[in-house]
């Protein structure tokens, strides 16, 4: 955690950078570390839901149906899941 000190002193040099060169300021405010991860979390889930879409297919060819129904019953309610909270992310106010 940075002082008030510390803070006022980063918010007066970020000041001078951008007045010295707002487009080299312009390129690091379209830099969010946040969005980088939250690709990589969309990412990481989409391929959990693509292995367990696959496992329920293995086990529905296997013939075990019960398991193949509740892993494709999960693997629907985690993309319907994944879908609302994109959506409610998008329009917050509805």
Same mark, same amino acid.
């Given at each position: ?5 510390? !803070?006022?002193? #980063?918010?007066?040099?970020?000041? %001078? @950078? +951008?007045?010295?060169?707002?487009? $080299? ?15 990589? !979390?969309?990412? #990481?889930?989409?391929?959990?839901? %693509? @292995? +367990?879409?696959?496992?329920?297919? $293995? ?36």
């Amino acid at each position: 955690m940075l002082s008030r000190h510390e !803070r006022d002193r #980063l918010a007066e040099i970020e000041s %001078a @950078l +951008v007045s010295a060169d707002p487009r $080299l300021a312009e390129q690091f405010d379209r830099f969010d570390a946040c969005r980088h991860r939250a690709g990589v !979390r969309r990412l #990481l889930g989409f391929l959990l839901l %693509a @292995l +367990v879409a696959l496992l329920a297919l $293995l086990c529905l060819v296997s013939g075990l149906m019960l398991s193949s129904i509740t892993l494709a019953s999960g693997a629907v309610a985690g993309a319907v899941g994944v879908w609302w909270h994109a959506r409610r992310k998008r329009h917050p106010g509805h």
